[in-house]
């Protein structure tokens, strides 16, 4: 035993050591009782800086815009019961949108565990259904490997979140530490390079496309930034158009000519109605998600789809393709890009010139129009004239749930991946603001924005003391419409307007609440004053609420309505302002 | 084939409760001590495109070692074990005890009024027997859920 016995430590520090050893710089958690050894180790320690925050649900949120913009796996460490059970909205919010999270949690002492001891619950039996992977660790001799194979599964494949539940009396037991090394796992292993033959028969059907489209998703920014360079080298060499689903924002830049903007529910008119008529569909790294395709037996009835994705139970969920091609989008690219230069594959130039045509007329619909106005701050206006005033900038935005995050991804042109953190999958209210301390936190010298909502900032505004206390500048930018805009909007539509429980009745004064927390406050009611507005939040190195007071019945659109068809897309001039004007019923009049 | 190792039953039924698929019938059991593997037999049904789904959804759980399709392989051995308790005394005795003789289920208990049979076969054969034991003073059963194999040389890759 002598020559190990330096490597025997406690479970605590067995964690802390595996964290250094896995490059982890930050963990964003809160303590209790069954986590205690591991802040005993927190303390005595320099390599890991932990962020406290004011609620798990922050922590996950948090780590999962670190992990977005950083491409690195955000980092959680909670206690057992109410920690673990706060935790699961983030960690199910992760599963969905794929990113990387590795999530420490306290349990009860082994000899407690069933005994219903105190603030124990079964977090593995919690845990199963929204993470990845998960583990209870009995014994501290298998600690070290059980968290190297944690960040190993959370980060390869399709990412995800993975949790270690470390009983109590495993983080003070002493036990053997192993390094990183080489982590071999007995069965996980996920297919990175794609079968040579399929790509080879899919280059061959892009080749052959008359009415071509690239469809991409997540997955490009999940394979790193990579992917993206050869996604518009690809796109470059055949001059098709491209798409994207929002978690795709920023893999292609909104500057390009070849770009339709986002697709699906809010999508553009021309990206859809593209989608809709073209003859050979690629996908890269997208799921076919029900907010892309809308009635699915009407879901782009012509196409053969080609669909490039790491994970097998993505392919034929939701859409029979003709193309499975199983790999990282970015080997994908890379192996396609090769194949169609050796066999000098050259597109259908006029057939491609015909349906660019065909696309500019659909473009020239101009879908995302809408009405300035003078006296009120349009909502569309006020993420354009944020997005003009950062142009340049290193900005990353996060968003919250609802219209402003559409209206964000209208209206805020992203170029670069990893700049975008949205909640898509779960469309988690109060993911926004959190978000922005794990992004600030990466990037201490970038802009980071929440676009946000009057009612989802509510929901984890505690946060806001978190960004206080570690001086992040974070710029919570609220479209205040003071009301739950989205669900209004679905009223509206969908329920003869009767507007239940849709108002944000009694909402705190932003300014005020940003000045209790000792953050700096701001507010624009008029459109004269925003740009200068806007301005000013910039330069504060410090983190500000603004309340940006907008147009409080405005509509997102374009949309296509749940359970419609691409080709049956309500656009902005289909719904008179009188339909909407007639929403200010005397009771809305009076609070407005 | 999974990794024997807390959970991962919890794990795999959790799949099918959670994305609702069906589980007709479900056998557990550790076959190579050595390697810590477990088998996991699954009676499930749904289209084409369900199935390949729940395929696919298995094989990305990280303690799965490997998901076998062995009705689409075709040509699979299907086997349940069940034991079933009758009483009864006079003609209805003998008359189970005649039939089980024909199923070629084995008496593994006895008393002056009841019998325990021990019965293997296809699932089929099983409810056929059970169904018979019915009117004769049918007690109780307890079946095993099938297990089930390929034909042939070729071993399921672990
Ligand atoms: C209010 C609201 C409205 C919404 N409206 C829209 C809308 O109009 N349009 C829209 O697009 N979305 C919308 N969404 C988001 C939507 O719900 C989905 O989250 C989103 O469309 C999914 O994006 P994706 O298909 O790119 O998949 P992701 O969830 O990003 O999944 C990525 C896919 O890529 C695969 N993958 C992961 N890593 C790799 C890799 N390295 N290589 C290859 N493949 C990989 C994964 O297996 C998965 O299949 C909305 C969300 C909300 C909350
Ligand atoms: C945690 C949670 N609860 C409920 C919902 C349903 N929901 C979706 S959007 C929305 C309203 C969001 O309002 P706000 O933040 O003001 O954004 P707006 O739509 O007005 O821009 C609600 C309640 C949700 N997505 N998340
Ligand atoms: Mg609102």
Not at chain 1, 65 to 79: F, I, N
Not at chain 1, 245 to 263: I, N, Q, R, V, Y
Not at chain 1, 460 to 472: D, F, I, K
Request: glycine fraction near 8%; hydrophobic fraction near 40%.
């Amino acid at each position: 035993m002598a020559g190990r016995s330096d490597e025997q430590m406690t479970g605590a520090e067995i964690i802390l050591k595996a964290l250094a050893d896995q490059g982890v710089e930050h963990i964003f958690g809160y303590p209790g009782g069954a986590v205690l050894p591991i802040y005993d180790e927190i303390f005595q320690q320099e390599k890991v800086k932990h962020i406290l925050v004011r609620h798990e649900q922050g922590a996950t949120h948090a780590a999962e815009g670190y992990a977005r913009s950083t491409g690195k796996p955000g980092v959680v460490l909670v206690t057992s019961g109410p920690g673990a059970t706060n935790a699961v909205t983030g960690l199910t919010d992760a599963l969905m949108d794929s990113i990387p999270l590795v999530c420490i949690t306290g349990q009860v002492p082994t000899h407690l565990i069933g005994n219903d001891a105190f603030q124990e619950c079964d977090t593995v039996g919690i845990t199963r259904p929204c993470t990845k992977h998960n583990y209870l660790v009995k014994n501290v001799n298998d600690l070290a490997r059980i968290l190297h194979e944690a960040f190993y599964v959370a980060t390869t494949g399709r990412p995800g979140p993975v949790v270690v539940d470390v009983p109590k009396d495993v983080q003070f037991a002493k036990g053997t530490y192993i390094g990183p090394g080489n982590i071999q796992h007995k069965t996980y292993r996920p297919r990175i390079k794609p079968d040579q033959n399929v790509v080879r028969a899919a280059v061959d059907l892009i080749a052959s496309a008359k009415r071509p489209i690239f469809y991409t998703g997540g997955g490009v920014i999940n394979s790193g930034p990579g992917a993206s360079k050869l996604l518009r080298e690809f796109v470059k060499m055949t001059g098709f158009p491209l798409t994207s689903t929002l978690m795709g924002l920023g893999a292609f830049p909104a500057g390009d000519k070849h770009w339709l903007g986002m697709l699906g529910m809010h999508g553009t008119y021309e990206a859809n109605m593209a989608m809709h008529g073209c003859d050979v569909m690629i996908n890269i790294g997208a799921r076919f998600d029900d907010r892309i395709t809308g009635r699915v037996d009407a879901f782009s009835p012509h196409s053969r789809k080609i669909h490039v994705d790491i994970d097998p139970s993505s392919v034929n969920k939701n859409v029979p393709v003709d193309l499975p091609v199983i790999g990282d989008c970015a080997h994908v690219l890379e192996d396609m890009i090769r194949v169609w230069k050796a066999r000098q594959h050259q597109v259908d130039k006029p057939a491609l010139a015909q349906w660019w045509k065909q696309i500019d007329q659909w473009r020239s619909r101009d879908s995302l129009k809408y009405k300035p106005r003078k006296d009120v701050i349009m909502p569309q206006y006020a993420i354009e004239r944020l997005y003009a005033l950062t142009r340049g900038k290193d900005v990353y935005i996060t968003t919250e749930v609802g219209q402003h995050q559409m209206w964000a991804a209208q209206f805020f042109k992203f170029e670069e991946p990893n700049r975008l953190m949205t909640s898509g999958g779960l469309g988690t209210m109060g993911y926004g603001l959190p978000a922005t301390i794990g992004v600030q936190m990466a990037h201490p010298k970038s802009l980071v924005v929440d676009i946000a909502g009057d009612a989802s900032v509510l929901m984890t505004m505690q946060e806001m003391s978190t960004a206080v206390q570690y001086r992040l500048p974070v710029k919570i930018f609220i479209l205040n419409n003071q009301y739950m805009g989205m669900v209004r909007q679905w009223q509206q539509l969908l329920h003869g307007n009767r507007l239940s429980e849709s108002y944000s009745e009694a909402l705190p004064d932003f300014v005020k609440l940003a000045e209790a927390y000792g953050a700096v406050g701001m507010r624009a009611e008029k459109p004269a004053e925003l740009d200068d507005a806007i301005k000013a939040m910039i330069e504060i190195n410090r983190p500000v609420i603004f309340d940006c007071r907008v147009a409080s019945l405005a509509n997102c659109f374009p949309m296509i309505p749940s359970g419609k068809a691409h080709n049956e897309m309500l656009l902005g001039e289909d719904v008179p302002d009188a339909e909407i004007e007639k929403a200010i019923g005397a009771e809305g009049k009076v609070l407005v | 084939m999974v990794d024997n190792e807390p959970g991962v039953l919890a794990r795999v039924i959790g799949l099918f409760s959670g994305r609702g698929y069906n589980i007709d019938s479900l056998t557990v059991s550790e076959t190579e001590h050595e390697a810590h593997v477990s088998r996991i037999t699954i009676v499930t049904s749904g289209t084409s495109n369900v199935i390949e789904q729940i395929k696919a959804q298995l094989e990305r759980m990280v303690p799965v070692h490997s998901v076998a399709d062995l009705t689409v392989q075709g040509n699979a051995i299907e086997r349940e074990l069940a034991l079933i308790k009758v009483t009864g005394k006079g003609e209805k005795r003998m008359e189970s005890l005649r039939l089980a003789d024909a199923f070629r289920a084995r008496v593994i208990d006895a008393t002056t009024e009841s019998f325990v049979f021990e019965l293997t076969g296809k699932t089929s054969k099983v409810d056929q027997f059970i169904s018979l034991m019915q009117p004769l003073g049918l007690v109780e059963v307890s079946r095993t859920g099938i297990a089930a194999i390929s034909r042939g040389p070729e071993g399921m890759k672990i």
